[in-house]
């Protein structure tokens, strides 16, 4: 880069920029010198390439700057910014933890010290692409540029949600403390989880009132409601809501842990890891509970996997009554408690949590949960401590009109883009359209959110005629709030079978079986596994779910391994096997989990042998067996490992058939009598315990 000016070359070192033979004006002191040398050296080896840059650009106004008159007191005040800058900002940043509050302040930060050089070029007349700025420009004082740098250097360190960057010796982890937290079972159930399909936050302009009001009860120092409670029906926006919240949290560097729940994924469902993978969390968020932390496992190595009252013990309770009382809150976001498994362990962790928070109220530790009223979760929040620290928000209880106006600028935004991406010119659609879309909705997001996906179906590839064959449905008789979701689903459906009418038609037989296959499964399956437990091959599985874009997520590759088949949203399940009425669509879940059962039973049967993973010592324990996952991989099909799971999950689910004073039916009969000649075989062998099997089996 020449030395007289700004250049848009390669980056190089600037250490020599006021050297030892630069003649400086009167007012320009040798302060000045120094702390303009010690920037320069302190951004040499800045890895972060634009903010580099940016303070590059910076030295060379004040070189140029310098040049003209300058009070004495713009000298020091400068020196005194840059000394600043570069010991509270440039120094701390080689060291921090990024984090998505740290980056985007960052690119402030750097904007505004790029603006530096922008507002040089404006006064001196030179264009960003002219000529470089040379030394005699007089147009901007060192007082300018001093006075530029303290306000961005005041804007990136004055944030009052905010910490200054913290030097990485406070976030680094030690190799016992690495061993030690990974002892903790975790689950991949972070809010941002790139295992996570990707969640949306609420468009601007919508869920105003509630979004504000969330915040104030985040920002209140009310020592008594530290658990916020929204729940709401299906479909109402609860996670959206939940998303917006953590994202927010984040942004600002305010979110202590996050634990979004789906009852798809095993880990994301299982109670015991909700307080450990919080637990982790917290210790990546505060150093000082880190180090309170690993105080506590301190000769419990195996506490996070204990039962809940023991890891609640060692994991909340000993490090944060040792962290004592706090002015910055630890905020945890759990969204959708409801599917998370064991209706009395999920009663349990609510009792917990509350009576710690109840007993403790000097510990700043607040909690925000999103779920649907399941009875278990509205009688834990309703009696007892949790009754007592919690503030409930109905969420399908916000007037009409405003839920409405919300679901009317989400329409409008996503068929704006529907419209660019097809080049729709006409207004489209017409307002008439777009209210009556709305209308349609019935006050639920998802209702809204699965018109969308009709309308745009990329298999179509016609929006506006999709839009009017929704809009020219009858709007048929249903049980509030559902029925007009209820109506979407119908027409979805009818893509299906079509048009044929009797339930016993091929059409309606294959999607009652490979639909209510995919929503019976305890976890999702590509369709290479999933053809093994319908006995089918798999152009069968796709030709069937194609078709239901707007309410599956179909893998564009039906030949992976890994991208599995799941339902958009819990309501298209619950519309199959509960509110549906039409005869073709029907899902019997008991007959899934009879053949399901059974489909099990008969994989295992015939792969199960001795030594299945090929151990050189078949008799470890599988903890000692270090490469197990890998073999798992390897040596048994994702279609066998999830027989040897969920076998007894499916036969659990037909006790009832099975323990009912009614005669058996013919199917539950069929799986007994293949579980009394396979059952000792199965249990005898030990890849059921390897994939973790046995467990289920025993409690059916």
């Known amino acids: 880069m020449s030395g007289s000016g700004l250049s848009h070359q390669k980056?190089?070192?600037?250490?020599?920029?006021?050297?030892?033979?630069?003649?400086?004006?009167?007012?320009?002191?040798?302060?000045?010198?120094?702390?303009?040398?010690?920037?320069?050296?302190?951004?040499?080896?800045?890895?972060?390439?634009?903010?580099?840059?940016?303070?590059?650009?910076?030295?060379?106004?004040?070189?140029?700057?310098?040049?003209?008159?300058?009070?004495?007191?713009?000298?020091?005040?400068?020196?005194?910014?840059?000394?600043?800058?570069?010991?509270?900002?440039?120094?701390?940043?080689?060291?921090a933890r990024m984090t998505m509050s740290l980056q985007t302040r960052l690119e402030i930060l750097t904007n505004d010290l790029e603006q530096i050089r922008v507002d040089y070029q404006k006064r001196s007349g030179k264009g960003r692409f002219g000529k470089f700025l040379t030394i005699g420009d007089k147009s901007m004082t060192l007082g300018n540029v001093g006075s530029m740098i303290?306000?961005?250097?005041?804007?990136?360190?004055?944030?009052?949600?905010?910490?200054?960057?913290?030097?990485?010796?406070?976030?680094?982890?030690?190799?016992?403390?690495?061993?030690?937290?990974?002892?903790?079972?975790n689950a991949d159930a972070r809010f941002n989880s790139a295992a996570r399909k990707a969640a949306p936050s609420c468009l601007e302009n919508t869920r105003v009132a509630l979004l504000k009001e969330v915040f104030a009860w985040i920002d209140s120092s009310d020592n008594k409601e530290k658990i916020y409670w929204l729940h709401g029906l299906a479909g109402t926006g609860k996670s959206t809501v939940a998303n917006t919240v953590a994202s927010r949290?984040?942004?600002?560097?305010?979110?202590?842990?996050?634990?979004?729940?789906?009852?798809?994924?095993?880990?994301?469902?299982?109670?015991?890891?909700?307080?450990?993978?919080?637990?982790?969390?917290?210790?990546e968020f505060s150093p000082e509970y880190k180090g309170h932390l690993v105080k506590s496992l301190d000769g419990r190595k195996d506490a996070g996997k204990s039962a809940l009252p023991i890891q609640m013990e060692r994991l909340f309770v000993i490090p944060l009554r040792s962290m004592g009382a706090q002015q910055?809150?630890?905020?945890?976001?759990?969204?959708?408690?409801?599917?998370?498994?064991?209706?009395?362990?999920?009663?349990?962790?609510?009792?917990?949590?509350?009576?710690?928070?109840?007993?403790?109220?000097?510990?700043?530790?607040?909690?925000?949960?999103?779920?649907?009223?399941?009875?278990?979760?509205?009688?834990?929040?309703?009696?007892?401590s949790a009754n007592q620290v919690s503030k409930p928000f109905v969420l399908h209880d916000i007037e009409r009109s405003i839920v409405q106006a919300d679901i009317k600028v989400y329409l409008r935004y996503e068929l704006e883009k529907v419209a660019r991406a097809y080049k729709i010119s006409k207004q489209w659609p017409s307002n008439r359209e777009l209210n009556e879309l709305v209308e349609r909705a019935g006050g639920l997001f998802i209702a809204a959110s699965t018109s969308i996906k009709f309308i745009a179906d990329p298999r179509e590839r016609q929006p506006e005629r999709r839009l009017q064959a929704l809009l020219s449905e009858k709007r048929a008789p249903g049980q509030a709030p559902y029925k007009d979701l209820d109506q979407v689903y119908?027409?979805?459906?009818?893509?299906?079978?079509?048009?044929?009418?009797?339930?016993?038609?091929?059409?309606?037989?294959?999607?009652?079986?490979?639909?209510?296959?995919?929503?019976?499964?305890?976890?999702?399956l590509p369709p290479?596994?999933?053809?093994?437990?319908?006995?089918?091959?798999?152009?069968?599985?796709?030709?069937?779910?194609?078709?239901?874009?707007?309410?599956?997520?179909?893998?564009?590759?039906?030949?992976?391994?890994?991208?599995?088949?799941?339902?958009?949203?819990?309501?298209?399940?619950?519309?199959?096997?509960?509110?549906?009425?039409?005869?073709?669509?029907?899902i019997d879940s008991m007959l899934r989990h009879h053949r399901l059962a059974l489909s099990c039973i008969t994989l295992l049967s015939s792969f199960l042998k001795r030594n299945v993973c090929q151990l050189p010592d078949s008799l470890k324990l599988n903890s000692e067996v270090s490469d197990l996952e890998e073999r798992l991989k390897n040596v048994v099909p994702m279609h066998y490992q999830y027989a040897s799971r969920h076998w007894g999950f499916h036969l659990r689910a037909i006790s009832e058939a099975v323990n009912a004073p009614k005669p058996r039916d013919a199917a539950t009969q069929q799986v007994l009598d293949r579980i009394t000649d396979s059952c000792q075989h199965l249990l005898r062998e030990e890849s059921t315990t390897m994939v973790g099997g046995v467990k289920l089996a025993w409690l059916a």
């Open 11 to 95: 980056s190089t070192s600037r250490s020599s920029v006021f050297s030892s033979n630069s003649k400086p004006n009167d007012e320009d002191s040798g302060a000045l010198h120094e702390s303009l040398a010690g920037l320069s050296k302190s951004i040499d080896d800045l890895s972060i390439l634009r903010l580099k840059g940016a303070l590059e650009g910076v030295i060379d106004v004040i070189k140029a700057a310098k040049a003209g008159k300058n009070k004495q007191t713009d000298v020091e005040d400068l020196r005194s910014h840059i000394e600043r800058l570069e010991s509270s900002i440039i120094r701390p940043l080689k060291e």
């Open 150 to 185: 303290n306000k961005a250097s005041q804007s990136f360190l004055s944030d009052s949600h905010l910490h200054v960057p913290v030097a990485a010796k406070e976030f680094v982890f030690t190799q016992a403390e690495k061993a030690l937290l990974n002892r903790l079972p």
């Open 249 to 283: 949290l984040a942004q600002q560097d305010r979110l202590g842990a996050s634990f979004f729940f789906s009852r798809d994924v095993e880990e994301r469902r299982d109670p015991l890891r909700v307080l450990p993978s919080i637990a982790r969390q917290f210790a």
């Open 328 to 384: 910055t809150p630890l905020i945890v976001v759990m969204d959708a408690l409801d599917e998370c498994d064991n209706n009395q362990l999920v009663t349990t962790l609510l009792r917990l949590l509350s009576e710690f928070i109840l007993t403790n109220p000097e510990i700043n530790l607040k909690i925000f949960i999103t779920s649907r009223p399941e009875p278990h979760i509205e009688a834990a929040f309703r009696r007892g």
């Open 490 to 524: 119908y027409r979805v459906l009818g893509a299906v079978v079509q048009g044929r009418k009797d339930p016993n038609d091929e059409l309606c037989v294959r999607f009652r079986d490979v639909v209510g296959t995919i929503i019976t499964v305890l976890d999702p």
């Open 528 to 586: 290479r596994a999933l053809q093994h437990l319908l006995g089918c091959n798999i152009d069968v599985i796709t030709s069937t779910v194609v078709p239901l874009r707007s309410v599956i997520i179909v893998p564009s590759n039906a030949e992976s391994d890994t991208d599995q088949l799941r339902v958009f949203h819990l309501s298209f399940p619950n519309f199959l096997t509960e509110r549906c009425t039409d005869p073709r669509f029907i």
